[in-house]
């Protein structure tokens, strides 16, 4: 199975600040890597799937990138709404797996 | 607007069976491979497979063949997650989600809708 290391494990961040949180694949992707949001209580929530694409309806300042095996997920301005489990995914090879999620708060 | 409609929480006794659904609409139910994710309390996200209601094509995680069996009726556009003898270990919210891409290879793909959970609780 491919594993998702995903770092950080949480973050606490001031409102406008920029937050990265990295996922690294334990093999090489061909960019069938993807980011969810979940709040407490919710289900998940798609933000970015195939590396880089933006799901339809979800604003701009959420972003990803990455290739091979190192792959970023980025808020440019954090919002008091992006407090949540955010949680990389590989749909490359079978079986699926998720990163252990980042937790993220307001400062 | 694509939903996904699952049946409500679930409390059954260990060994018992269960069969939970999750009903799409708004969209070619068909055409789109749904997956199912597991959520232990206080835990991550977990991919146990997906089904292509189109023509029952199935991919499992090897850590849920042979646990769990999932399912599709195309006439009634609702996908089932199923168990034959349940355990304390199965504990836990589950998730139906469509992925993002069409077709038969469209479980290449992130789970971009998603049902709200089903939780299932196993007590003596």
């Known amino acids: 199975d491919i594993q998702m290391t995903q770092s950080p494990s949480s973050l606490s961040a001031s409102v406008g600040d920029r937050v990265t949180i990295t996922c690294q694949a334990s093999?090489?992707?061909?960019?069938?890597v993807n980011w969810y949001q979940q709040k407490p209580g919710k289900a998940p929530k798609l933000l970015i799937y195939?590396?880089?694409n933006l799901q339809t309806g979800v604003p701009s300042r959420f972003s990803g990138s990455g290739s091979g095996t190192h792959f970023t997920f980025t808020i440019t301005s954090l919002q008091p709404e992006d407090i949540a489990t955010y949680y990389c995914?590989?749909?490359?090879?079978?079986?699926?797996?998720f990163g252990p999620g980042t937790k993220v708060q307001i400062k | 607007e694509v939903q996904l409609v699952q049946s409500g929480a679930e409390v059954k006794k260990p060994g018992e069976s269960l069969k939970i659904s999750c009903k799409g609409s708004?969209?070619?139910?068909?055409?789109?491979?749904i997956g199912w994710v597991r959520q232990m309390p206080g835990k991550g996200l977990e991919w146990m497979g997906s089904i292509y209601p189109g023509d029952s094509d199935k991919r499992y995680s090897p850590a849920f063949q042979g646990q769990v069996t999932i399912s599709a009726d195309k006439s009634t556009s609702t996908a089932y997650l199923q168990w034959n003898s349940l355990k304390a270990s199965d504990i836990a919210m589950y998730y139906c989600?469509?992925?993002?891409?069409?077709?038969?290879?469209?479980?290449?793909?992130?789970?971009?809708?998603w049902g709200q959970g089903t939780l299932v609780t196993v007590s003596s």
């Open positions: 995914q590989q749909s490359d090879n079978l079986p699926f797996t």
């Open positions: 093999q090489d992707m061909i960019n069938y």
């Open positions: 989600a469509r992925h993002h891409s069409s077709g038969s290879g469209g479980y290449y793909s992130g789970l971009g809708y």
């Open positions: 195939d590396a880089s």
């Open positions: 708004e969209y070619n139910f068909n055409n789109y491979w």
